[in-house]
C-alpha cells in the first residue's frame, strides 16, 4: 500500500495517535526503513484521474511508475490551474518530500511550475506541454508528444470504415493542438477515400459534457458515422455515439471498453512507457533533456487494438502507415496542401516535418475539413 | 448582529443582585459562536463515520487535516492563500444580504474586474508600477462594481430577480472573458493556452513580506472590517439593514431604497472585482480561463456560513481555506477521492443551516430572559 508507506514517515503524527491509532503503527516499523530509501513523486491531475480521458492517461503512467522498485507515488486530482497547484506541489514537497514532481496540465506552466521550480531548485518538475524554453530554469521540464500521427492512423482507419463519407470531430478549442488534431485525422481519412469529409465542431472548452453530447447528436443527425473528439473527457462522445449506432475513435486513453462494439480504434498517449523511462533516467543520474518530444516512433503516443469490426483492408493500410511513420521516413503535413477556404497553406514540395515550428502556429484547417476556425 | 447597547444596559440594570453572569450578559453572542461551531463539530463527525465506512481509520482524517490546514506554517500559509479570494468573494454575497437580495454571481464580478484590472495594466505600459497597480485596483473594482450594480438595476427598475439575474450574468462574463482572451485582448504568442499579454514582473503585487501569502488576503480583511462598520456602525449601514428588514417601512419613513440598493450592489462587486484584480496581480500575471476557478462560487458558501456577517465571513474563508487546503493531504495519505472534500463541504453546509433553529433556544444561553 503506497498510501502507508507515506504516512509512517511522519514521527510528530505517531506520537499524537499512539493511542488511537495503534493497530495500524504497529505493521509501520518495518515500511519506514524501506520507505527511506525512496523516491517520492507526486502526479498532479486537473480532473479525475477516471476520466476516461487525458486524466486517465496520466494516471495509467503514474500507475505504471508505481510498479517500480524504490518509489513511492503520491497522486492529487481536481487541481485548478490557479495557484492552488503551486500550494498542492509545494504540499508535496514539504509535507511527503516529494523530489519529482509531474503537473500534467497545460496551464500549470505558466507561472506556477516556473515559480515553484525557482524557489525549490533541488525539486524537479516535468510538465507535460513542451512548453520549456532555454529561459526557464534547468530543473523544470515540458515534454509533449506529436498525437497528430496517431490521428492521422485513426483517419485511415475512419476512412475505410466509413459507409456515408462524412466524419464527424468534437473539438475543444481552435487552438494549434486541437486544429493539428483535426487536420491529421481529415488527412488520413482522405488517404483511404478522397471523398471524405469532416465536419467539426467546436464546444468552447475542454470540459462539456452537455455540448459534446449535443455536438454528438447533431454531427450524427447530419449523416455523420465515424466520430472522434479532441476535449478531456471523450467518454461523453464515444458512449453517445455508440448509443445512436455510430463507429468512433477515441482519444486520450483506451475507451473500447466504453463502446466495444463502436470503437474503431484510438490515438492514445503513453505515458506508462514515458513515465518509467523518465524515474529510470533520474535513478541512473541522468539528466531528462528539458525540451522532450516525440511521436509513435518515440513511444509517447500509441494507436488502440483495432476493434473487431474494422476491415483488413483498413487494418493493412493503417499498419503500413504506421510502420513508415515509426521508421521516421513519413511527413504527414507535405505539400501541397490547401485549406477549407482553397488557399494554398503548405506549398508544393515543402514538407512539414514533425518538429517543424510551423506547424505548432496551425491556424487553418485543411481542404475536407467543414467548419471554420472562428 | 450581536447584542449591544440595549441589551447591556439591561442586563446591567437587572444584575447588582442576581448572579451577573458572563452567559446573561453575553449569551447571544455566545450562541453566535458556540452554535456554528458545535455544527461544525457535528458535521466532522459525520464526515469521519462516512470515512470510517469507506475503510479508513477517522483519527488519521483529522489528523491529517489538521495537518494540512494548520498543523505548519506552511499550511497555515497555504490556507491563508486559499481563504484570500474567499472573503472577499463572500463579501459579494454578503453585503446584499443585508437589503434582502440573494445575490450569487460573485464569479461573474471577479470575472470582470480581472478583465478590466488586466486592461488598465495593459493600457498603461510605461507608467511607474504604483500608478499601475492604483489602476488596476480601480478597475477591478468599477468593472465587478458596475456587474452586479445590472442585477441591483435590474431588480429595482425591472423587478428582474436579483439571484437569477446574477447567476446568469457569470455565464455573460465568461463568455466575454473567453472572447476578450481568445480574440481582441489575444497575445499572439499564446498558442494552446489563449492569454493576454502579460502585465509584467514590476506591475505585481507579490506576497505579505514573510510569508507567501499575497496581499489579497489583507485586502479581503480591510474589506470584510469596513463591510462591518459600514453595516453595523452607520447610518447609511442602518438604513439598509431597516430596508432589509421591510422594504415598505423603509420607503414610508422615506430612505431611498433605490439608491440603497444600487450602492450596496456596487460595493458588493466592487469587493468581487477586487478579487480579480488580485488573481491578475498577485498569481496569475494576465487574463485567461483559470481565472475561472470558481471563487465566486465558494464564496457565497462562505457568506452563508458566515450567516451574511461580514466579520465572521473572515475566520469562516480561513476554515473553509484550510479545508480546501488539507484535501490534497487526504488524497494522498488516505487515498480518498477529491469529491471527498465537495461531500465535507456540503455536510458542513447542511449543519449549520440546520443549526439556524436552535437560535434562542438553548436554555443556559438565554441571555435577555
Given at each position: ?78 487541481v485548478p490551474e490557479t495557484d492552488a497547484v503551486e500550494k498542492t506541489m509545494e504540499s508535496?514537497i514539504n ?8 503537473p500534467?496540465s497545460f496551464g500549470y506552466y505558466n507561472p506556477h511550475v516556473l515559480k515553484m521550480a525557482a524557489k525549490y531548485p533541488k525539486a524537479?518538475f516535468?510538465h507535460?506541454g513542451?512548453l520549456w524554453t532555454d529561459k526557464d530554469p534547468q530543473n523544470a521540464?515540458s ?32 487552438i ?114 528539458n ?84 | ?72 506554517w506552511f499550511s497555515w500559509q497555504n490556507s491563508l492563500t486559499r481563504a484570500a479570494p474567499l472573503i472577499l468573494t463572500a463579501l459579494c454575497?454578503?453585503l ?9 454571481g460573485g464569479e461573474g464580478a471577479l470575472l470582470i474586474g480581472a478583465l478590466a484590472a488586466t486592461g488598465a495594466a495593459l493600457a498603461l505600459p510605461s507608467a511607474p508600477h504604483l500608478v499601475v497597480q492604483f489602476a488596476m485596483v480601480c478597475a477591478g473594482m468599477l468593472g465587478g462594481g458596475l456587474w452586479i450594480m445590472l ?19 457569470v455565464?455573460?462574463a465568461l463568455a466575454i472573458l473567453n472572447h476578450l482572451v481568445e480574440g481582441p485582448m489575444r497575445d499572439p504568442a499564446s498558442l494552446n493556452k489563449p492569454s493576454t499579454p502579460e502585465i509584467g514582473a514590476a506591475n505585481m503585487i507579490g506576497s505579505i513580506p514573510g510569508t507567501d501569502v499575497h496581499w489579497g488576503l489583507l485586502f479581503g480583511v480591510i474589506a470584510a472590517v469596513a463591510s462591518y462598520i459600514l ?32 450602492t450596496?450592489c456596487f460595493l458588493a462587486g466592487a469587493s468581487a472585482g477586487l478579487a480579480g484584480m488580485v488573481e491578475v496581480a498577485a498569481v496569475e500575471g494576465r487574463a485567461n480561463a483559470n481565472l475561472a476557478a470558481g471563487y465566486g462560487?465558494t464564496g457565497?458558501?462562505v ?7 461580514p466579520?465572521?465571513i473572515i475566520?469562516?474563508a480561513i476554515?473553509?481555506g484550510?479545508?480546501s487546503a ?44
Amino acid at each position: 500500500m503506497n498510501f502507508r508507506r507515506a504516512d509512517f514517515r511522519s514521527i510528530t503524527r505517531r506520537h499524537l495517535l499512539q493511542g488511537g491509532a495503534a493497530l495500524t503503527l504497529g505493521s509501520a516499523l518495518g515500511v519506514r526503513t524501506a520507505a527511506a530509501a525512496d523516491m517520492t513523486i507526486g502526479f498532479i491531475y486537473v480532473g479525475s484521474r477516471d476520466d476516461y480521458g487525458y486524466n486517465q492517461a496520466h494516471a495509467q503512467g503514474a500507475a505504471a511508475v508505481k510498479k517500480m522498485a524504490g518509489v513511492s507515488v503520491l497522486e492529487e486530482e481536481k487541481v485548478p490551474e490557479t495557484d492552488a497547484v503551486e500550494k498542492t506541489m509545494e504540499s508535496m514537497i514539504n509535507l511527503d518530500g516529494a523530489s519529482l514532481l509531474f503537473p500534467t496540465s497545460f496551464g500549470y506552466y505558466n507561472p506556477h511550475v516556473l515559480k515553484m521550480a525557482a524557489k525549490y531548485p533541488k525539486a524537479h518538475f516535468e510538465h507535460c506541454g513542451g512548453l520549456w524554453t532555454d529561459k526557464d530554469p534547468q530543473n523544470a521540464g515540458s515534454y509533449f508528444g506529436y498525437i497528430d500521427e496517431a490521428q492521422y492512423i485513426s483517419g485511415i482507419v475512419a476512412g475505410h470504415m466509413t459507409k456515408s463519407g462524412k466524419l464527424g470531430f468534437v473539438a475543444a478549442k481552435p487552438i494549434p493542438q486541437v486544429l493539428r488534431n483535426i487536420n491529421a485525422f481529415t488527412l488520413g481519412a482522405r488517404l483511404a477515400n478522397p471523398k471524405a469529409t469532416t465536419q467539426v465542431i467546436f464546444t468552447g472548452d475542454w470540459s462539456m459534457p452537455v455540448k459534446e453530447a449535443e455536438a454528438t447528436n447533431s454531427l450524427i443527425d447530419q449523416g455523420v458515422d465515424v466520430l472522434t473528439c479532441h476535449v478531456d473527457g471523450p467518454k461523453t462522445v464515444v458512449e453517445n455515439a455508440a448509443r445512436r449506432g455510430a463507429m468512433v475513435c477515441g482519444y486520450h486513453c483506451g475507451q473500447s471498453a466504453l463502446a466495444p462494439k463502436a470503437y474503431l480504434t484510438g490515438a492514445e498517449w503513453n505515458w506508462e512507457a514515458l513515465y518509467p523511462k523518465f524515474v529510470k533516467m533520474i535513478q541512473a543520474g541522468e539528466k531528462i533533456p528539458n525540451f522532450y518530444r516525440g511521436g509513435l516512433k518515440e513511444e509517447i503516443v500509441k494507436c488502440s487494438p483495432y476493434g473487431e469490426m474494422v476491415s483488413a483492408e483498413a487494418r493493412k493500410h493503417a499498419d503500413d502507415v504506421k510502420a513508415k511513420l515509426m521508421g521516421g521516413d513519413y511527413t504527414i503535413f507535405a505539400g501541397p496542401i490547401a485549406d477549407n477556404k482553397g488557399k494554398t497553406v503548405i506549398a508544393s514540395g515543402t514538407n512539414q516535418g514533425q518538429k517543424d515550428p510551423e506547424l505548432e502556429k496551425m491556424d487553418y484547417l485543411v481542404e475536407g475539413v467543414l467548419g471554420a476556425t472562428s | 448582529m450581536t447584542t449591544d447597547a440595549a441589551e447591556t444596559v439591561d442586563a446591567v440594570a437587572v444584575s447588582p443582585a442576581a448572579d451577573p453572569g458572563f452567559l446573561q450578559r453575553y449569551g447571544t453572542s455566545v450562541e453566535y459562536i458556540l452554535i456554528p461551531g458545535a455544527a461544525l463539530i457535528a458535521a466532522l463527525a459525520v464526515f469521519g463515520l462516512f470515512v470510517f465506512l469507506f475503510g479508513k481509520n477517522p483519527l488519521n482524517l483529522y489528523y491529517y487535516m489538521y495537518q494540512g490546514a494548520f498543523g505548519t506554517w506552511f499550511s497555515w500559509q497555504n490556507s491563508l492563500t486559499r481563504a484570500a479570494p474567499l472573503i472577499l468573494t463572500a463579501l459579494c454575497t454578503a453585503l446584499p444580504a443585508q437589503l434582502g437580495m440573494v445575490i450569487i454571481g460573485g464569479e461573474g464580478a471577479l470575472l470582470i474586474g480581472a478583465l478590466a484590472a488586466t486592461g488598465a495594466a495593459l493600457a498603461l505600459p510605461s507608467a511607474p508600477h504604483l500608478v499601475v497597480q492604483f489602476a488596476m485596483v480601480c478597475a477591478g473594482m468599477l468593472g465587478g462594481g458596475l456587474w452586479i450594480m445590472l442585477s441591483g438595476g435590474l431588480r429595482q427598475y425591472r423587478g428582474v430577480n436579483e439571484t437569477i439575474s446574477s447567476l446568469l450574468l457569470v455565464y455573460i462574463a465568461l463568455a466575454i472573458l473567453n472572447h476578450l482572451v481568445e480574440g481582441p485582448m489575444r497575445d499572439p504568442a499564446s498558442l494552446n493556452k489563449p492569454s493576454t499579454p502579460e502585465i509584467g514582473a514590476a506591475n505585481m503585487i507579490g506576497s505579505i513580506p514573510g510569508t507567501d501569502v499575497h496581499w489579497g488576503l489583507l485586502f479581503g480583511v480591510i474589506a470584510a472590517v469596513a463591510s462591518y462598520i459600514l453595516i453595523y456602525r452607520t447610518t447609511f449601514g442602518f438604513a439598509a439593514r431597516v430596508a432589509g428588514g421591510n422594504i415598505r417601512a423603509a420607503r414610508i419613513v422615506g430612505l431611498n431604497v433605490g439608491r440603497l440598493i444600487m450602492t450596496i450592489c456596487f460595493l458588493a462587486g466592487a469587493s468581487a472585482g477586487l478579487a480579480g484584480m488580485v488573481e491578475v496581480a498577485a498569481v496569475e500575471g494576465r487574463a485567461n480561463a483559470n481565472l475561472a476557478a470558481g471563487y465566486g462560487f465558494t464564496g457565497i458558501l462562505v457568506a452563508f456560513l458566515a450567516r451574511q456577517n461580514p466579520l465572521a465571513i473572515i475566520p469562516v474563508a480561513i476554515v473553509l481555506g484550510g479545508i480546501s487546503a488539507s484535501g490534497g493531504l487526504l488524497q494522498r495519505r488516505l487515498g480518498l477521492p477529491d469529491a471527498s472534500v465537495q461531500v465535507l463541504q456540503g455536510i458542513i453546509f447542511v449543519f449549520v443551516l440546520a443549526s439556524d433553529a436552535l437560535y434562542g433556544r438553548i436554555g443556559f444561553l438565554k441571555g435577555k430572559t
